[in-house]
Each structure stands twice: as structure tokens, then as C-alpha cells.
């Protein structure tokens, strides 16, 4: 009775191991690392071989003359042995996606090195992300500070749900359209912060170090407080800043001198920019990142064990030096601009 289920339960064990199988022809499934997978195909079980001791197939016509020569017994006993296909010769395999495995898996993944598999698969998945309120903890419900922040980016999040799943296009699409994004973004926050200084009186420099610079780096510094959360190591979370600013220094302001000397150039103009008060502020700057490093490097002793985190007095007292020096750096460099200061 068991004998006709033979081939089906051989091509589907071939199946599930993803081995071509000799009565199905080679099947290749195409990989997309998404969750959300729901495909049904059918294989169709054709006519078994009978295999030799070398795993290669005897063919009919020496089978069949040698079963000619036997008699009708041990004929019908030989023909029991063969192997031959059953009444069901059609399989049908589905896969579909675990809510429950999917569950899993991002648990594992936000305990782990998580940097390096961050990404959507769909839409819907960037959508049902953006309206659902989450915790830093996977393990526990959202607090209520998350669903005030929730709330209060809500709106930002609707926005950059309609950017290109990761899946798309290798995530070269994402990224373009990402890039894109920002400097939409980038755009109106310093219309609105030049608006806003000239509203109220401030000069450009002082608007520009304050608020321009402040909503640019907000984004930098979620993703920074991100990547120090899931991250094994530190440098996400430490690299992000530092790379952020080298972006700007080199790639935005270099890019953008570029342009504008060249169509400058085209119009037989001279390009001259006053320097202001920048070489007092990036004095300022450098120096204070100095210090940064250093603290960074002396929390490498075994008593903190790294950059980020520790005990908690170490940490809450690195979080306000690093906190003073930002308010020293807004503070000497506004007064610096409204010539309270010397500058050089």
C-alpha cells in the first residue's frame, strides 16, 4: 500500500533539500530575503527510473528482455519490485510566510549585531512601522514617552513611508530617493531657521550654528542613539557623527563651492566669500572634539569597558561634559559674532 507513495515522498524530500530531482527537472527558487512570501507551484511526478548500484539509469529495453526470461512467478515478483508512479503524480508545495517566525527573527536580530540587516521588504511594512508606536525594548510595550514621540513624528514618518523599500533595485533606488529626501528636507529647514533669525534679529552666523545645525544633526543623532542601542560596538553609533560631518565639511561645502566657482567662472565674475567669524568657531570646534576623543579613549579602561554605556555615574557625568561643551561652543561663538569677544 505504501509502495505508490514512494516517488511522491522522494521529489518532495528533493524538494525541501532545494536538489534538482531527476523527475522534476532543476528548480531554482529566486531568494528575496522578504518575510511576506505566499507562492503556490505544483511539480509535476513524471515516470521513475530504476537506478543501477552506480545511481544511473537501467534502461527499459534490457529490463524488459530480461524479464522475458523468467517465468511467470518469479516475473510477477520482479514487476512488484520495480519502481513505478501511483495514483497521485502532482504535488503541490506553497510557501507562505510565519507570523510567528518573523517575530523571532526580529527579536534575535534587535539583540544582535543588527546594523548590517536593517531594511523593508514592502510598503507595507515601511507603513504598518511608521503608525505603530515601538519601544527601544522589543521585549517590553511601548512607554508612555514613546507614544508622546510617536505622536510628535508622526507626521515625518507618513512622509519617508513612501520612500523605496530596500528590496527595490539591490536599495539603490532607496538611497536615491533617500538623498533626495534629505536635502528636500535640509532645504526647508534652513528657509525656515533663516526666516526665523531674521524674525527675531539674530545674524546668520549665530541662526546657522544654532538652529540650522541643530535640525540637520537631529536625524544623525536618532540614528546614532539607534545603532548605539543595537549595535554590538560603538563605532555605528560614534562613526555616524563623525562621518555625518565629514559628509558636510567635505562633500557639502566642496561640492557646492564647486558649482558655484564654476558659474561664476562662466560669467566672467569673481568668487569671494568673506570668511565672518568661521575660523574663531572652528577653532572652537576642533579643540572641544579634541577633548571629545579623549574622554572617548579614557572610557576604554577596564573600570567603563567602553566608549557608550558603563556604570551609571560615569555615564550620566559624560553625558553632561558633552552636553556643557556644546552649550561652551553656542555660547563663545555667539558672543564672538556679536563682538562681546575678540575673535581672530
Same mark, same amino acid.
Given at each position: 500500500?505504501?509502495?505508490? #507513495?514512494?516517488?511522491?515522498?522522494?521529489?518532495?524530500?528533493?524538494?525541501?533539500?532545494?536538489?534538482?530531482?531527476?523527475?522534476?527537472?532543476?528548480? @531554482?527558487?529566486?531568494?528575496?530575503?522578504?518575510?511576506?512570501?505566499?507562492?503556490?507551484?505544483?511539480?509535476?511526478?513524471?515516470?521513475?527510473?530504476?537506478?543501477?548500484?552506480?545511481?544511473?539509469?537501467?534502461?527499459?529495453?534490457?529490463?524488459?528482455?530480461? #524479464?522475458?526470461?523468467?517465468?511467470?512467478?518469479?516475473?510477477?515478483?520482479?514487476?512488484?519490485?520495480?519502481?513505478? =508512479?501511483?495514483?497521485?503524480?502532482?504535488?503541490?508545495?506553497?510557501?507562505?510566510?510565519?507570523?510567528?517566525?518573523? @517575530?523571532?527573527?526580529?527579536?534575535?536580530?534587535?539583540?544582535?549585531? =543588527?546594523?548590517?540587516?536593517?531594511?523593508?521588504?514592502?510598503?507595507?511594512?515601511?507603513?504598518?512601522? $511608521?503608525?505603530? =508606536?515601538?519601544?527601544?525594548?522589543?521585549?517590553?510595550?511601548?512607554?508612555?514617552?514613546?507614544?508622546?514621540?510617536?505622536?510628535?513624528? #508622526?507626521?515625518?514618518?507618513?512622509?519617508?513611508?513612501?520612500?523605496?523599500?530596500?528590496?527595490? +533595485?539591490?536599495?539603490?533606488?532607496?538611497?536615491?530617493?533617500?538623498?533626495?529626501?534629505?536635502?528636500?528636507?535640509?532645504?526647508?529647514?534652513?528657509?525656515?531657521?533663516?526666516?526665523?533669525?531674521?524674525?527675531?534679529?539674530?545674524?546668520?552666523?549665530?541662526?546657522?550654528?544654532?538652529?540650522?545645525?541643530?535640525?540637520?544633526?537631529?536625524?544623525?543623532?536618532?540614528?546614532?542613539?539607534?545603532?548605539?542601542?543595537?549595535?554590538?560596538?560603538?563605532?555605528?553609533?560614534?562613526? @555616524?557623527?563623525?562621518?555625518?560631518? $565629514?559628509?558636510?565639511?567635505?562633500?557639502?561645502? +566642496?561640492?557646492?563651492?564647486?558649482?558655484?566657482?564654476?558659474?561664476?567662472?562662466?560669467?566672467?565674475?569673481?568668487?569671494?566669500?568673506?570668511?565672518?567669524?568661521?575660523?574663531?568657531?572652528?577653532?572652537?570646534?576642533?579643540?572641544?572634539?579634541?577633548?571629545?576623543?579623549?574622554?572617548?579613549?579614557?572610557?576604554?579602561? *577596564?573600570?567603563?569597558?567602553?566608549?557608550?554605556?558603563?556604570?551609571?555615574?560615569?555615564?550620566?557625568?559624560?553625558?553632561?561634559?558633552?552636553?556643557?561643551?556644546?552649550?561652551?561652543?553656542?555660547?563663545?561663538?555667539?558672543?564672538?559674532?556679536?563682538?562681546?569677544? *575678540? +575673535?581672530?
Amino acid at each position: 500500500m505504501l509502495l505508490p #507513495l514512494v516517488p511522491v515522498i522522494t521529489v518532495l524530500y528533493w524538494v525541501a533539500k532545494l536538489v534538482p530531482s531527476p523527475q522534476c527537472g532543476d528548480l @531554482n527558487p529566486v531568494e528575496e530575503d522578504s518575510y511576506e512570501k505566499d507562492v503556490l507551484f505544483y511539480v509535476n511526478i513524471g515516470d521513475p527510473e530504476l537506478l543501477d548500484v552506480r545511481n544511473k539509469p537501467v534502461s527499459s529495453g534490457r529490463e524488459v528482455n530480461k #524479464l522475458t526470461t523468467l517465468a511467470e512467478d518469479e516475473c510477477v515478483v520482479a514487476m512488484m519490485g520495480l519502481p513505478r =508512479a501511483g495514483e497521485i503524480t502532482r504535488a503541490q508545495l506553497r510557501i507562505k510566510e510565519s507570523k510567528e517566525f518573523k @517575530n523571532t527573527v526580529d527579536k534575535l536580530v534587535q539583540r544582535a549585531n =543588527a546594523s548590517i540587516i536593517i531594511g523593508t521588504s514592502s510598503w507595507k511594512e515601511q507603513f504598518t512601522e $511608521a503608525l505603530t =508606536a515601538s519601544s527601544d525594548n522589543p521585549d517590553e510595550p511601548p512607554s508612555c514617552l514613546d507614544y508622546i514621540m510617536h505622536i510628535l513624528t #508622526l507626521f515625518w514618518k507618513i512622509i519617508f513611508a513612501f520612500v523605496p523599500p530596500t528590496d527595490i +533595485g539591490g536599495g539603490y533606488v532607496c538611497f536615491v530617493v533617500s538623498i533626495i529626501c534629505i536635502g528636500l528636507v535640509t532645504a526647508v529647514i534652513g528657509d525656515v531657521a533663516s526666516h526665523f533669525g531674521c524674525t527675531l534679529g539674530i545674524k546668520d552666523s549665530v541662526t546657522a550654528i544654532i538652529f540650522v545645525a541643530l535640525g540637520t544633526s537631529i536625524p544623525d543623532t536618532f540614528a546614532s542613539k539607534v545603532a548605539a542601542i543595537q549595535d554590538k560596538h560603538a563605532d555605528a553609533s560614534v562613526g @555616524n557623527v563623525t562621518g555625518s560631518n $565629514a559628509v558636510n565639511v567635505f562633500l557639502g561645502i +566642496g561640492v557646492a563651492w564647486t558649482v558655484a566657482a564654476v558659474v561664476h567662472w562662466t560669467r566672467n565674475e569673481k568668487f569671494h566669500v568673506e570668511p565672518g567669524n568661521l575660523a574663531f568657531s572652528v577653532t572652537m570646534f576642533c579643540s572641544e572634539a579634541a577633548l571629545v576623543v579623549i574622554v572617548l579613549m579614557m572610557r576604554r579602561r *577596564k573600570s567603563v569597558g567602553g566608549e557608550l554605556g558603563g556604570p551609571r555615574g560615569v555615564k550620566i557625568l559624560t553625558s553632561i561634559f558633552f552636553f556643557l561643551l556644546w552649550v561652551i561652543y553656542l555660547t563663545m561663538s555667539s558672543l564672538e559674532a556679536y563682538g562681546v569677544i *575678540k +575673535g581672530f
